[in-house]
């Protein structure tokens, strides 16, 4: 699967690692026994959470200009597609990397794909949201530049509570500004 997933091109390869590593960065920030899947599947199922993209259409991944209504019924496709995909390599893909894969998109008010809300999304899958959303800020898009590290935490926590669950979004975001900030200092005192 991660075949499939190189040779769609180097962009979503990139985003699925990313999105993987940071997935298992910020997992370590849950209370012991709150997860709710396999480390190794969740970061397995980060790693192919977008895998169902290959299945559309190339040109709308790479649309500068707004999508129309009918190209967003298309792309929140995504999940289940991946699922069908990882369910034909292996009958067998464990629960916790299903789950994972299919609410990745779910937010914590209730208005993401399917409408799950709160403590109703799998917690693997919300840790999964916030990294997927990290990497999708701080990586350039067709329709917009990449934010600084700064301002995508910034971002995360503004939306503490409404996309994303509020105590995950809250750690993560002061987890990753002290790294950001230790790796600056770090950084500028080699200079
Ligand atoms: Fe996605």
């Not at 999105?19 to 012991?32: C, G, I, K, Q, S």
Request: aromatic share 6%; net charge neutral.
């Amino acid at each position: 699967m991660a075949t499939k997933l190189k040779n769609s091109g180097a962009g979503l390869w990139r985003h699925s690692l990313n999105t993987a590593n940071l997935t298992l960065m910020l997992v370590e920030l849950l209370p012991p026994g709150v997860l709710d899947v396999r480390r190794e599947e969740l970061y397995t199922a980060a790693l192919l959470h977008d895998i169902g993209k290959i299945k559309l259409e190339q040109g709308l991944l790479s649309k500068s200009g707004p999508l129309t209504p009918d190209e967003w019924l298309a792309i929140r496709r995504h999940p289940p597609l991946g699922v069908a995909i990882v369910r034909q390599m292996d009958p067998e893909t464990p629960a916790g990397i299903i789950g994972s894969i299919l609410y990745h998109h779910e937010r914590w008010d209730g208005k993401g794909y399917f409408g799950l809300a709160g403590a109703d999304i799998p917690v693997g899958a919300r840790v999964l949201a916030v990294a997927d959303a990290l990497d999708a800020m701080i990586s350039n898009r067709p329709y917009r530049p990449r934010l600084s590290w700064e301002e995508a935490l910034a971002e995360i926590e503004r939306n503490a509570g409404t996309q994303f669950d509020p105590d995950l979004a809250a750690g993560a975001a002061r987890y990753l500004h002290n790294i950001v900030e230790t790796r600056f200092r770090t950084a500028a005192s080699c200079l």
